[in-house]
């Protein structure tokens, strides 16, 4: 195996114990905070190369979310890496008892081409903060991104701890033969299942954020042009081909009427009358996702946009209306700047059509009325959840974002990412002496020795608990 090797000489700088100092890992966290500083053109430039990615939105998500990622674990490690102490018993008053926050080891980082650079560094931030060395593996498919990767992250990270390793499939695949400690894969359910079964094989524990369709109840009782605003910024985000973009809407006929209008405003206002020649929109990152997306024009109707360009990789920002469950746009994940609407006869027709499919990464709901917010919340089940807005609960570090079930696995963000990449790992340090206090559990044992055992061990139970 090509990356044996690798993995051996990582793993021997782990056993060495050189990730494990605080100082050490904030110096490693600082070396990407310059990364991000001093490769930021570079950054930009290569996310344009590889998919028309807007300057704006390159910085906002590329950089800035990850700078705050970078600070926020900087500003509270010393605290994240305490021990933890827990409560105790009354044998064990005396005794230490404690959760220490160990690192896993040699940990294996995938990511995707949508968002190259989040997608890999906020994990990496996670695993350097909680003491491990790492191997990256950034997508082949942005190629400028992972070439830029590639050659530089080097001068910034110990190479002694921390690898990156290009290539496609072949390469993912004898790469996943090695034994890892943790994976953390970011990328499509199908490849979910690939890389969970190679996990399986040495039992290496995985975090899986994978994708899915992400739905979008709009109520009656709504600001229209709030919505419609948006819910466009969020499907036509990076083109559309971001993983919690809301795939589908989901309203009343009479609603679709109000929306058509003013999404076609808000369209209109953000990339002006011709999307194509506005440099705020972006385009599909390759051939092969641009063909499959166009497919998905043929269902429903087209009420706004439609139009494509091969040579440019340009789908313009969509619209479809009247979309049937059973269209091909509703068998799969979009990924790109088309959104169907799909009419139904009130909420709990809404409810019911969601929970009838695999749970998603997110779900969204709008109206004015928060009990209808509230109830969509309450009787549904998703990674993560929005009301009156798309995208922005990712942005909060203090919130954990992952998948459920066909959405993913584990989750992560500011604390959760060092707590994922953390062994929690139980311990009690008794005192040696005091042994009159361990009688109690020793042979031979006796009905008084149980009741002695009974009143130091036993929890009662303090009464209800009422939710307010």
Not at 410 to 422: P, V
Request: charged share 20%; hydrophobic share 40%.
């Amino acid at each position: 195996n090509p990356y044996a090797g690798l993995v051996s000489q990582l793993r021997a700088s782990w056993l060495s114990g050189k990730t494990r100092p605080m100082e050490y890992r904030v110096a490693q966290l600082e070396a990407l905070g310059r990364f991000l500083d001093e490769k930021k053109q570079e950054i930009l430039e290569a996310t344009e190369l590889d998919m028309g990615k807007p300057s704006f939105e390159a910085f906002f998500s590329e950089i800035l979310l990850c700078k705050n990622e970078l600070n926020v674990t900087l500003n509270n490690l010393c605290h994240w890496m305490k021990d933890e102490h827990v409560d105790k018993n009354l044998v064990m008053q005396l005794d230490s008892a404690f959760i220490r926050k160990d690192p896993y080891g040699v940990v294996l980082i995938i990511a995707p081409w949508n968002y190259p650079i989040h997608l890999f560094l906020v994990p990496l931030i996670g695993a350097i903060a909680a003491g491990n060395c790492a191997i990256i593996k950034p997508s082949e498919i942005s190629k400028h991104t992972e070439r830029l990767v590639a050659e530089t992250l080097s001068c910034y990270l110990d190479s002694d701890c921390f690898a990156v390793v290009t290539g496609g499939v072949p390469e993912t695949t004898l790469l996943l033969e090695n034994k890892f400690d943790y994976i953390f894969f970011t990328g499509s359910p199908p490849v979910g299942r690939i890389v969970m079964t190679a996990a399986a094989k040495h039992l290496t524990p995985v975090t899986l954020e994978l994708g899915g369709k992400n739905p979008c109840y709009v109520s009656d009782t709504c600001d229209v042009n709030n919505v419609a605003r948006r819910v466009a910024w969020g499907r036509f985000f990076n083109a559309g081909q971001t993983c919690i973009a809301p795939d589908y809407l989901l309203c009343t006929v009479e609603m679709q009427d109000k929306l058509m209008p003013a999404l076609r405003a808000a369209i209109t206002e953000f990339f002006g009358p011709n999307p194509r020649e506005s440099p705020d929109f972006g385009r599909i990152v390759s051939d092969k996702q641009f063909r499959r997306i166009r497919a998905l024009l043929g269902s429903g109707r087209v009420a706004i946009g439609g139009q494509t360009d091969e040579a440019e990789r340009y789908i313009a920002p969509t619209v479809l209306a009247d979309v049937q469950p059973s269209d091909p746009a509703m068998q799969e994940e979009i990924f790109g700047p088309i959104l169907p609407i799909v009419v139904i006869a009130n909420m709990d027709e809404a409810i019911d059509f969601i929970n009838a499919r695999p749970r998603p990464l997110a779900i969204y709901a709008f109206s004015c009325d928060s009990k209808v917010v509230n109830q969509v919340l309450e009787r549904t089940s998703s990674g993560g959840f929005c009301g009156n807005d798309t995208l922005m609960h990712v942005t909060l570090t203090s919130l954990p974002f992952g998948g459920i079930g066909n959405s993913g696995l584990g989750k992560y963000h500011g604390k959760f990412t060092f707590d994922t990449f953390s062994h929690h790992r139980g311990c009690l340090h008794r005192n040696m002496g005091l042994e009159t206090l361990n009688t109690p559990r020793y042979p031979p044992y006796t009905q008084q020795k149980l009741g002695l055992l009974t009143s130091t061990f036993e929890v009662k139970r303090r009464g209800t608990c009422t939710l307010l």
